[in-house]
Every structure is written in C-alpha cells, then in structure tokens.
C-alpha cells in the first residue's frame, strides 16, 4: 500500500530538529577539535602563529563537516525508500539557480578568506628578522642522515647533530645528495623538502628559554627503506652554552701527525663515546669490538668482520659505509656522514685503532 508523504508540519518539525542536532553537534566538534593536542610544545617563535592558523581552520571547517553530514544523514532518513516505492520515480528536478548561486558563492568566500589569513602567515613566519645578523647554518640530507654544516666568522665545519642558541633567528639552507628527503623539526613546525639539485630554505627562531633542551629531528618524506632511522636532535643551547661550543668548534685544531704540539686523538674513546662536540655518533653503540667493551648488535661485530682486513678497507667502511656490506646486513643503516662529521685525523685514528685491536 503506497503511504503518503511526510506531513508539512511534520517536515518542519524535521528542519528543526535537524538545525538543534546540527548546532550541537558543531558546538562538541569544535570544544573536541581545540581540546585535542594535536601538536608537541610550540618551541620557536614560528610555531605560535601555525597552531593560531590550524585553531582557526578548526572552527572554520567543523560547522561545514557537520553541516554536510547532518543534511546526507537527513536526506538518507527523510527521503529512503518505503515499502511499495519501488517503482515510483522522484519527481522531475528543474535545478534551483538561488540555491546554485549560494552554494558556489559561500564556500568562494569561505576559501579565498582561509587563503588569505595562510598566506597572511606565510609572510609573516618566512620574514627575515628586522636586525639582519641571522646564522645559516647549510643542512645536507642524505640516504639515510642529516649533517649540518656551520661557517662562523670564515670557520667552517660540520655536524652530526644540530646546536642552535635559543632567542637567535636561525636560516637553513636545505639540500639533498641523493633523493627528496624533508627535514622538519615538529617543536619548530616548519617543515621543508631537501630536493637534489636546488637549495630550499625556512627560518626559525628557537624560543628563549622555553625551548633550551633536546628536540627531534626527523625526515618527514619517504626516501628510502632506512627512511625510519633518519632521525637526529637538535640541541638547542642557551647563549652562554652556545658560544661555548662555538669556541670549542673554531678553536684552531691540534697539528695533525700527534707529536708533542698536538694532543693524540683517543680513538678508543671515539669509539665508544662518539664526539661529544659534533654529535658524531659512537661506533659502540652499533658495533661490538671486544677491545672496547662495547657489544652493540645494529651492526656487524667488528672482532670478526674486520679481522684479516687491511687499513683500507676499514677506512673505506667508515666513510662509505654501503660500498660492501656484510653478509646479514642491510645498507643504509649506517649513516654516510662520517667523512663529514669527523675530522680526517679522527677518522685516521679511528682506522689505525680498529686495524691493530681486530689483528692482533
Ligand atoms: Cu630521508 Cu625520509
């Protein structure tokens, strides 16, 4: 028996309720969307005005998701089929030009306002600082490591982890040996792609004091199967701290050879230890060589993959960690960057040390 349609009032009462479901439901999405903490610490002065921009497109698009939702939901309630409807066809549309012209008109307006308060933003966090005296520090992204190369006051030299003073304004140059990588610091929030061939660039400035103390750096662009483990920290130090280090780094380098002048490199301790100054990170951790206590399991156990071999193939190792990679292993694990993160003397002691431990 064909029913009859909905009732007008009735189809009134059903608007509605449907504006009462569709206000509440509005009100909770937007109380959820600023309560979740999307975010880690906003630690650069950057940061603030990205999660004020992503506040904003939260209250912006949860009134229009729930609106979307709440009239498909009323539709598929409202006009579903009924027993004995099965043949009936709907009736003829002609289209509804009041209707088209609002629906083009208000997401238009909608838009070209998000738009313009990002681009707005964009502005803003990408500025140069009025002062005009910012540290570029140049970061190389690689398969699979970051290395960041510093020239302060004509001193050139490269780390393995990176140090920024907090309150100073900061410049990457960012560049790639090999494929697209993406170098992003979450607790600073601006995130770019390090693209061979051309240098790419964004600015922080890590907040004083608020951000003094470790944080992530991750790749944030899928490079490669070691694309998980390209993950390093940046310290970020206060000024005193900062030019301390500074100081260490440019501090003119022992003569190179050992002898009475220049203080021999201890390599065993290198080894174990890492460089503390770079962040170069410790053989040991990764390796296990009876000589130096250490029995880290990441990589090959040097006691017996390196016995037998010559000084060349060790340093060959270091510096090109995937040219041969022992049976068992994977390339890419290893990071590439030794031969930028360690001095040629470290690296020569490094060699001379493992070469006599493992062929004794
Ligand atoms: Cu480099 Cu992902």
Redesign the pocket.
Known sequence: MPQESTPRRERKRTVQQMVVVGVIATAIGITIGLLIPWFPPADSTQADKIDTLWDVLIIATVPIFVLVTVIVLFAVIEFRMRPGEENLDGPPIHGNTKLEVIWTAVPAVLIVGLVTYAYIVLTDIEKAPAAGNERVVTVT?Q??AWSFAYNEGGKKFTTAQLYLPAGESVKFDVKSKDVI??FWVPDFRMKIDAVPGITTHYRVTPKNPQAIGDHAIV??????LG?AF?RQTAHVLSKADFNTWLAKMTAPKPAPGGGAAGAAINAKQLFTAGDADTGATACGSCHTLADAGTTGTTGPDLDKTLKGKDAAFIKESILDPNKQITQGYQPGIMPPNFGDTLSPEQVDALVKYLSEVTNK
């Open positions: 992204g398969q699979f990588h993406d790749c944030a662009e899928l490079c490669g694309h390209m």
